[in-house]
């Protein structure tokens, strides 16, 4: 069994840490158990998310046991970390069901059977809490002046901070608290905005059980250019196939800056360090291969292999990507060759027959597709240049795109800049 924390800090995952030489002393010495929150806000987890799902897979891989925990509970509630608004309250009802697709979600990642993962909602402990009781047992531990001193209060106290969110980390806490009592839960990992939760969990297993326990944060993750990131024009990379298919989400990654791919293989890959290293010593047609070795691997992780299979064809038919050199990534299990160029899984578009016959603007049909968020925005996309059909550079914006531009198969292929595509088929 390899020491987590090494793998953890030669990835870049840690951002804070209690005791590190105590954490890698015991994580190198036992199995512990650990968890992280998600909060079920959305129907999906989205890329942002990825860092805490990839680090409990590590450590599970490693031979501990990783919680997951929805929190149904705390999001009654509202997490005030790193918002300047409070958080829309979301019904019972609604959470109930964003809740029981992120248990869903978190299956692909982890595996649940036999004990070895767990996945709990902290609805289950908190909704039937005794207000009077856990102000009495729980409440007492807590310094007001203590918790308005942590980043997550202070940054709202200007704006304003509920008393309701208020109570957010005293729940976060107990959290911790239940976890440890239940299933001898050690650590908790989370993003670096929760440090101040994650420290009064700490302290309130102190002062309540006596016992030591744990806490490691991640990093907020930005692109080299300073991008949030999983932010799109087009909006959220969901990791819910509905809401971000697999070959969008493949394009994401494969889209990913030249000063980001050895960082992101490392994050967002199970690929050998000794082969990611070797991402900062290649350029142009090598590192354009190290890119559709990330966004194979990482479309794998959520989707599955046919489906990143799938979109590794599409992509490959549709930007003419060549295979990855033999000694390149030898761990990846990316196909080495393709017989067939399969782009099944670009976005298509289906358009009126006779409209098509007549033929269609092609600003009107750019936004029609989605390419462009409005009509004004393709005119300027095609007159700047970076409209396309069938690889045939647009003049125009009013251009008519019509039947006379189908391929053989009776479909005619629209291209945004350099890397979005949609194929539009002309309806019965």
Known sequence: MNNVYEIFKERGFIEQITDAS???????????????????????????????????AHMQRQGHRPIALVGGGTALIGDPSGKTEMRRIMSRQEIDSNAEGLKRQLSRYLDFSDGKALLLNNADWLTPLNYIEFLRDIGRHFSVNRMLAAESYRMRLEKGLTFIEFNYMLLQSYDFLHLFRSHSCLMQMGGNDQWGNMVAGIDLIRRIEGRKT??????????????????????????????????????????????????FLALFTFLPMEEIAVVNELKDEQLNMAKTVLAFEATKITHGEKAAIDAWKSSAGAFGVRP????????????????????????????????????????????????????????????????????????AFDEKISLLDADEKGEIRLRKGKKRYVIVTPSS
């Open 22 to 56: 105590e954490i890698e002393e015991l994580l190198g010495r036992e199995s512990i158990t650990c968890y992280i929150g998600f909060d079920p806000t959305a129907v999906s987890l989205h890329i942002g998310s990825l860092v805490p799902i990839m680090a409990l």
């Open 214 to 263: 744990y806490c490691m944060t991640f990093p907020l993750i930005t692109t080299s250019q300073g991008h949030k990131m999983g932010k799109t024009e087009r909006g959220t990379v969901w990791l819910d196939a509905s809401l971000t298919s697999p070959y969008e989400y493949y394009q994401y990654w494969i889209n990913t800056e030249d000063a980001d791919v050895g960082r």
């Open 324 to 395: 990855i050199a033999d000694g390149l990534f030898p761990s990846s299990s990316i196909p080495r060759s393709m017989s067939e160029q399969d782009t099944g899984a670009i976005p298509s578009f289906q358009k009126n027959r006779n409209d098509l016959e007549r033929g269609v603007p092609a600003f009107e049909l750019f936004q029609e597709t989605g390419l462009c968020s409005s009509r004004s925005d393709a005119r300027r996309l095609i007159a700047q240049g970076g409209g396309y059909v069938n690889d045939r550079q647009l003049k």
